[in-house]
């Protein structure tokens, strides 16, 4: 009989059961690791690739060095991809490569490596030799941008690498370095101690010992860039890179550039420079004799914002004399670099940095660009985007107060603003179609005025500022504008805006003064003279001294220089106004900008003078108290800034304290409702503090290692929202329990913090069926009613306890625990935790498991009744998962079951479930839905016992047949009695749930009391409730199975009674019952 299976496993398909976090996330007294965020995308836009790598024995297998988010890899040629270098000290890649020798030995150099104004730094070198499963750091920490790597072809302990060197200051370690001991020692053979450092690097395919290598000039502070000098070149090494000679024969005396260097392997005598001059110009250079001079083929060079963001030159491996320059738009050339041509990238996103070919198809490339990776087969006349790598990086985050579910919005790096929503109501969680772009170009800060979530403000770079109306589409300029006779406006590269929490219509816009519109931006007003130091930058020192006029400038790679970077107002004194600007000054009006206030960061105690202040944060609770974080990463001082003032900017504390070093602070949030509850986005994480930034704790982010340059408090559902620079938005949902947490509150037992209330409704299927491994979708929060609670202390095994004592014990004799101390411990219980569900009658509905470990947890219910299934001692117990609940107000307790005793942990919470959508059909009231749900857990377990017992029945007819077989005395008269007796309970079975022939040819079968219980359960799998058909077909269920129940009763009390005299009296052996 399979019918009593398939109602067991009716239960199992139900639902998903509910599961807590792992207790391997238990390392400290505290324990917030449990407050996870939930990365959510979107993957729509990808971002910035640095370099690719494909194995050369599996073209299916690719790496991925990510600008600024992380490495990674796939295994089928993207159709899905895992991230490698999460929990690495650094999340900016610019180098990668693979050991010729051993492709599973992946070599990775961090920092990016272009010169623009938003790069991250790295830490060095790293090495996997395990396909990047695990890895190993391998020097060159003070290098901040590795830009290529080259490992020996014959010896995997050789290898070289091209160090830019700190981007923001002089020494570190840059140049050209080898190592022959695999990266455990290095030696610089080329560049300096101050400015020179290497960018490229080639090695002939023919000769290992002869490398080129160009250096490269540049030093980038926050007012200008100068991206070329007299130590930049191309050099040439004969004996594996420990002396060099420079190869300079007829190349410009003037000054050089970033140099991007190709090599022909089908000729490699054959040697291609691209090479950035003054002024913007440049040059596409050949060599025809290994180097020994060169001939100028054109004037190409690398576009957009300067050749310092591109320049990376590739020699095709198919075709002599093609080269790949990357640039806005990928320019190549067929004839050796004489003419160039602007490669058809119809579909595709521009700002090209790496290129990969495939051996053995000429017509395949794969481009990493600041929108991703595409792929083209057949030459670049068509290309595929890789719409499933989420590494776009967010300058800024904003949210709205949209229902039932909030939107994110933000701006990138060259792939526009964006929105997109914080969770959906589909089962696929959130995916590239549910996001939308707001604006194009560079996107920086987005806001969105309260009650109001169809309109928003994006902006492009340098104050770009849009109004847009999503309703309709409309995109309005409304960017401040230079009066008659005013210069210019600066405006920063991430101009800041705000809405006055005072009033909607009203807007604060900073370039070098502050604007405030009351009417949505149609009109301006300046609320301030110039706030920063107005400076020349061109008097300002640059490589370490003031610089000639004809030197290598390239200031349209700037943001525009002294300009307001951040503003605000005070949500509780309208008109109490923060500036802070790049040049190092915060500026305070207590009178909506009649009159302000200068503060130098430098006279601030442990801040830099001229330090680049990011963000400045009105206290929402108290109107004296303000938040400043500071930054002067551009002078390369990399220590974290954070200072407090309680006076209204007049003195400062920081408080920074035990957050770590070399950690920039890009941003402050405050709780709203508790005024101690602070949160920081920082380079390398988001760090909470519960004491007003007296200890910080850092949040748990998922392990990947990534910079969050800005947060956000999103009040009605108390998430903390964030936006990465790389691995796109983050979301902790609820972190209300925060507020709770004190020295007197950790000094409780447990603690079961009540939940925000939860939403029924059914989870939409809107991708029309599988979309296939390669449809990116970030998560949602899992379904139900989220539990946070809090132990002490957790529980342990007797095994855990054993081995604790025993690791105490430094040295001796570790003490045998005795027979029954060891079998103890095999028998016994662990501990449980639950949190127990009662209904407003105060019945309990449900048990949901918890962890036991020390610290916080948290825990999902799915709103289901716990399953009112029977249980068959014989199998698991069936489904733990019952029907969906009613709406309503439920209540929940924390308890915990140890050596068979119950006790209570906490105090009964109040949990509140609210249907998600209104219905426009008005379905099934509570009530009916309760008693429709019992009439189906009563039939159900109807049928259950009914199906057991007919199966028993078929066991014991079966056996008696057995059993007669071997009888002293059989009779054909009960030969005949047994065969009927199987009989009349297969067709008992088909009555229960029709032909099994049927069902294995998929033929239909009558309807019967399984199909009809079958049709009633889906009356129960949405919030509508049952219909009357359900209830109608489920009483004709019963009434059928209540027929079948009186003939199988009729069976077993007079059949089978009949059955055992007559096999006693044929002498037949017993049956064991």
Do not use: C
């Amino acid at each position: 009989m399979k019918h009593f299976l398939i109602l067991i496993t009716l239960g199992l398909l139900l639902s998903p059961i509910a599961y807590g976090q792992d207790d391997s996330d238990e390392d400290s007294d505290l324990n917030l690791k449990a407050f996870a965020m939930r990365n959510i995308g979107p993957a729509f836009t990808s971002g910035r690739i640095a370099d690719i790598a494909i194995h050369p024995d599996d073209d299916d297998v690719w790496f991925v060095a990510v600008g600024s988010g992380g490495v990674w890899k796939t295994s089928n040629s993207g159709t899905t991809w895992q991230s490698l270098f999460d929990g690495q000290g650094s999340y900016s890649t610019g180098a990668l490569t693979l050991d010729p020798q051993n492709p599973n030995t992946v070599w990775v150099g961090t920092g990016e490596n272009v010169g623009g104004r938003h790069v991250a730094y790295g830490d060095g070198m790293y090495v996997s030799h395990d396909g990047g499963s695990s890895w190993t750091k391998k020097g060159l920490e003070a290098s901040e941008h590795i830009s290529k790597i080259i490992v020996h072809p014959d010896n995997s302990d050789v290898i070289w690498v091209a160090s830019q060197g700190p981007l923001w200051s002089p020494g570190g370690e840059r140049g050209v370095f080898k190592s022959t001991d695999g990266g455990d020692s290095w030696t610089r053979t080329l560049g300096d101690d101050e400015w020179v450092g290497a960018t490229d690097l080639l090695i002939d395919p023919r000769n290992p010992n002869i490398l080129y290598a160009a250096t490269w000039q540049r030093h980038r502070n926050v007012a200008s860039y100068m991206g070329g000098g007299p130590g930049s070149g191309i050099h040439k090494s004969t004996d594996g890179g420990v002396t060099w000679e420079e190869s300079s024969k007829g190349l410009p005396s003037s000054n050089l550039g970033k140099i991007g260097l190709a090599i022909s392997s089908q000729n490699p005598d054959h040697v291609y420079a691209a090479i950035e001059l003054d002024r913007q110009s440049g040059g596409v250079f050949m060599s025809s004799d290994r180097g020994a001079s060169w001939s100028k083929m054109s004037d190409t060079v690398s576009g957009g914002t300067g050749a310092h963001y591109y320049q990376e030159l590739y020699a095709s491996p198919h075709v002599e004399g093609r080269l790949y320059l990357m640039d806005v738009r990928v320019q190549v050339s067929d004839d050796h670099g004489k003419s160039f041509r602007r490669m058809t990238e119809s579909d595709k996103h521009s700002d090209n940095h790496a290129i990969a070919f495939r051996e053995d198809d000429p017509n395949y490339i794969l481009m990493g660009t600041d929108g991703g990776l595409f792929e083209t087969f057949d030459n670049a006349a068509t290309w595929h985007f890789i719409e499933n790598l989420p590494v776009t990086q967010y300058y800024k985050v904003a949210v709205d107060d949209a229902e039932p579910f909030y939107n994110v919005f933000g701006g990138t790096q060259d792939n526009g603003s964006h929105g997109g929503p914080s969770r959906t109501d589909n089962r696929h969680g959130i995916r590239n179609a549910d996001w939308f772009k707001t604006l194009g170009s560079d996107g920086h800060q987005s806001a969105v005025e309260p009650g109001n979530p169809n309109i928003i403000y994006a902006e492009t770079q340098q104050g770009g500022l849009h109004r847009i109306d999503l309703a309709t589409g409309e995109q309005v300029f409304v960017q401040p504008q230079s009066r008659l006779g005013e210069p210019y406006e600066r405006y920063n590269w991430d101009a800041p805006i705000v809405i006055s929490p005072h009033d909607p219509a009203t807007l604060y816009f900073g370039s070098y003064r502050v604007w405030k519109s009351m009417d949505r931006g149609d009109s301006w007003n300046p609320v301030s003279e110039d706030l920063t130091r107005n400076q020349e930058r061109f008097e300002l020192p640059i490589m370490g001294r003031v610089q000639s006029w004809d030197n290598a400038w390239a200031v349209g790679a700037m943001s525009v220089y002294n300009t307001i970077s951040t503003i605000s107002e005070s949500a509780v004194e309208p008109g109490l106004l923060y500036a802070g600007t790049d040049d190092g000054l915060i500026q305070i009006s207590e009178d909506d900008g009649a009159a302000w206030r200068r503060v130098d960061a430098g006279s601030i105690r442990g801040i830099p003078s001229g330090a680049f202040v990011n963000h400045i944060y009105a206290d929402l609770h108290d109107s004296n108290v303000v938040y400043a974080a500071l930054d002067n990463h551009k002078a390369g001082d990399f220590n974290p800034y954070l200072i407090k003032s309680t006076d209204r900017g007049r003195t400062w504390t920081s408080i920074v304290n035990n957050l770590p070093d070399r950690t920039l602070i890009w941003r402050v949030v405050q709780d709203h409702v508790d005024s101690d509850l602070l949160f920081v986005g920082t380079e390398f994480g988001i760090y909470v503090s519960l004491d007003g930034g007296d200890s910080w704790h850092e949040v748990n982010t998922g392990g990947a290692t990534i910079s969050f340059r800005d947060v956000t408090v999103q009040r009605r559902e108390n998430d903390l929202v964030a936006a990465s620079f790389g691995r796109g938005f983050f979301i902790l949902d609820d972190y209300s329990p925060l507020r709770d947490v004190s020295d007197d509150f950790l000094e409780q037992d447990a603690h079961l913090f009540a939940p925000r209330d939860a939403y029924l409704f059914s989870r939409r299927d809107v991708a029309g069926g599988s979309q296939g491994a390669s449809h990116y979708a970030a998560p949602n929060p899992e379904y139900g009613a989220m539990f946070t609670y809090f132990l002490k202390e957790g529980s342990d095994t007797l095994t855990g306890e054993r081995k604790k004592r025993e690791k105490e014990i430094e040295s001796g004799d570790i003490p045998f625990p005795g027979w029954d101390a060891l079998e103890a411990e095999i028998n016994e219980v662990k501990d449980e935790v639950h949190i127990v569900i009662r209904d407003s009658n105060g019945d309990v509905i449900n048990r949901v498991n918890g962890k036991t470990g020390k610290g916080f947890h948290r825990v999902n219910w799915n709103l289901r009744h716990a399953s009112a299934q029977l249980i068959d001692p014989e199998s698991d117990g069936g489904s733990s998962n019952g029907y969906i609940v009613a709406p309503g107000t439920y209540s929940a307790t924390l308890e915990k079951t140890r050596g068979g005793v119950v006790s209570s942990l906490s105090e009964s919470v109040s949990v509140k479930v609210t249907t998600l959508h209104d219905k426009t059909i008005t379905g099934a009231s509570a009530q009916e839905i309760d008693s429709f749900r019992q009439m189906i857990e009563d039939l159900r377990n109807e049928m259950t016992v009914f199906s057991k017992t007919m199966a028993e029945q078929v066991e014991l007819v079966e056996a008696m047949q057995t059993a007669h077989s071997r009888a002293s005395s059989p009779s054909s008269e009960l030969t005949a009695d047994l065969h009927n007796a199987l009989e009349t309970l297969k067709d008992l079975d088909i009555k229960l749930g029709g032909y099994a022939s049927k069902r294995e040819i998929g033929e239909r079968n009558p309807p019967s009391p399984m199909s009809r219980l079958f049709v009633g359960v889906r009356g129960l799998n949405t919030t509508y409730g049952p219909t009357e058909m359900h209830r109608a077909t489920v009483a004709t269920g019963r009434a059928e199975l209540a027929v079948l129940q009186q003939q199988l009763d009729a069976f077993l009390q007079d059949t089978v009674p009949g059955l055992r005299s007559a096999l006693t009296a044929s002498g037949a052996p017993p049956i064991h019952q």
